[in-house]
């Protein structure tokens, strides 16, 4: 299995596509989609999936000229139904975490609201791909329409309670580290955020 990341659009949000060989899931596909497209091309590659890890513009910007081709539709958490600004008829909404097959691998979508009402997480095998609840050294952010901070700090545990080995693949390349991709151990170590929500809820609620 290979992780592929594309940053694009000026907040380089992150699309991902992990490969199977030809068969594959794209995460969070946006902004330029001939860069997607011309990817996928090149490494000849399907999308057997499309998954949103939320409902925000900056992560579903132009999905709909990636689907529409596809014949494909985007799956989503129902909880952002509401600020999502895609054509319904493209969108497969579900409620709660769930789980997919893709062939043998299973998908387990776990339902991470705070950032959004419907923000989730992809687990696939040891690979969790966070959207904008947890970011490399920091968290999503809890003062927007539909944020809720203690949801947040609710999801961070559930995060927590995952394989310390677990890869994480974020929305965003934000926080005091940059990259995109790091370990739930360092995370848990090292990202303030995080480690309160675990030690300290109460001081963390402070701060959102």
Known sequence: MKVYTLALGDM???CYVVAEGNSCIVIDPAWDVSVIDN??????????YV?????????????????????????????????CQLPADILEFYKGSQNFMWGKTLIAIIHTPGHTRGSVCIKIENLLFTGDTLFIGSIGRTDM?????AKMIKSLQNIAQLSPETIIYCGHSYGD??????T????????????LAIKNPKQLEGLL
Not at 186 to 191: D, K, L
């Open 39 to 48: 990817f996928l091309r090149d490494k000849n590659l399907i999308p057997e």
């Open 145 to 149: 329409p539909g944020s809720d901070p």
């Open 177 to 182: 580290n940059t990259g995109f991709s790091g």
């Open 184 to 195: 739930l151990k360092n995370e848990i170590e090292h990202n303030q955020f995080l480690s």
């Open 51 to 83: 998954f949103f890890t939320h409902g925000h513009f900056d992560h579903t910007n132009n999905a709909d000229k990636f689907l529409r081709p596809r014949r494909l539709k985007g799956y989503m958490e129902k909880g952002d139904e509401v600020v």
């Open 12 to 14: 380089a949000n992150c």
